[in-house]
């Protein structure tokens, strides 16, 4: 499965963003999606994820309340909408594939998308 995300950029902070990751070469539905992000220095991190059919969302603490996953299994996309930034949302932000439950640790996924940057000034 090849995942490509787009959308990131530059927004201000209390801003809202949303990036999208698109999935190619396999059964979408077969996957369940997460979202991670990498700043500077920090290791990479769990955001948020969905299982196959979209029926069941995760999200770590940090986020939650301020972002919302989504998938469009009939497009093969999946999304991150991201709500009331903060300038600690600064990252690169990938969408990553697995098999089975979501799971909240990086090494636990298959496929990964190559990242879209997403910048929150203060």
């Known amino acids: 499965v090849q995942l490509v995300e787009a959308g990131g950029g530059l927004v201000q902070a209390g801003g809202s963003l949303r990036v999208s990751c698109a999935a190619a070469?396999?059964?979408?539905?077969?996957?369940?999606m997460g979202w991670f992000r990498q700043a500077p220095g920090k290791e990479r991190e769990f955001v948020a994820g969905?299982?196959?059919?979209?029926?069941?969302?995760y999200y770590a603490d940090s986020v939650k309340g301020r972002f919302s996953i989504s998938r469009d299994n009939a497009k093969n996309l999946v999304y991150l909408q991201m709500n009331s930034l903060k300038p600690e949302d600064t990252a690169v932000y990938y969408c990553?594939?697995?098999?089975?439950?979501?799971?909240?640790?990086?090494?636990?996924?298959?496929?990964w998308g190559q990242g879209t940057h997403v910048t929150v000034s203060s």
């Open positions: 990553a594939a697995r098999r089975g439950i979501v799971r909240t640790l990086s090494y636990e996924y298959d496929y």
């Open positions: 969905i299982n196959w059919s979209g029926g069941s969302t």
């Open positions: 070469g396999g059964t979408f539905t077969l996957y369940d």
